[in-house]
């Protein structure tokens, strides 16, 4: 799979105002399509040791992958397509890895990492994540949430507990019910979903999210979306100057041309005496 001039990416990562050290990790590689962002959490340093360790890991395993599979394929027992299998795979390979240094390397004694990922392949992007990072999708300046937290304060206004608007203030909003490492085995959210030509994306850890209304999130795309290096600068100076209480990392993704699946030799002469 090539997507060469299909897609533009561009990422940013800030320690923020508070945080000694920066322990997100972001990764892109637009030619085959793939974008992750993870925050790290646990230990000094260790944060960052665990979401380098999930980033790296996905950028290796599914470039092989890609070279090797016929990302066409779905599997009819999951009913998962092939990068979403290649996705959910290399992230439960990464938890393994992280698991076992977290258990083998004292300095890194319950460190663990979110981690939030997108691989686009004809026409849709198939996006698999653990945690609170999240991604949004802006179309026709409107944003709307791709990915729902793994967190204690998501689950708490899924039952009414909570309005959305008390959780962004609540104290307790930073607590994940899941994460890479924490565990052996790790549950991954997977999702796919169609996309258009200037579709842009955003990965963003909760140093964005937590310090920043959807809503200026959204006005602050609409605004600077022309220029990708701009509008993530501009991303993490709205963090920042809303209290950078944490790191600030962001990934954006703008779909400059459609890219379908090429079908191969074969199915083309099967099609024509069809």
Known sequence: MHLKGKLSCVGASDPGRVREHNEDTIGTDADIGLVVLADGMGGYKAGEVASGIAVRTLLSLIKEAIERVDLRLRDTTSGLSRPGILLRDA??????????????????????????????FDN???????????MYRLRDSELSRVTQDHSLM?????RGLYTPQQAQRAAAKNYVTRALGVEPTVEVDVTEIAVLPDDLFLL??????????DDDIQLTMNTFGANLSTLARQLVLLGNDNGGRDNISVVLVRVLDGFPARRGVIERVRAMFS
């Open 91 to 120: 992230i439960q390979r990464a938890n393994m890895l992280i698991n076992q240094t977290a258990r083998t390397q004292a300095h890194c004694e319950g460190m663990g990492t979110t981690v939030v990922a997108g691989l686009f």
């Open 124 to 134: 849709r992007l198939t996006v698999a994540h653990v945690g609170d990072s999240r």
């Open 154 to 158: 998501h689950e708490l206004v899924a």
């Open 204 to 213: 963003c850890s909760d140093g964005l999210s937590d310090m920043v209304e």
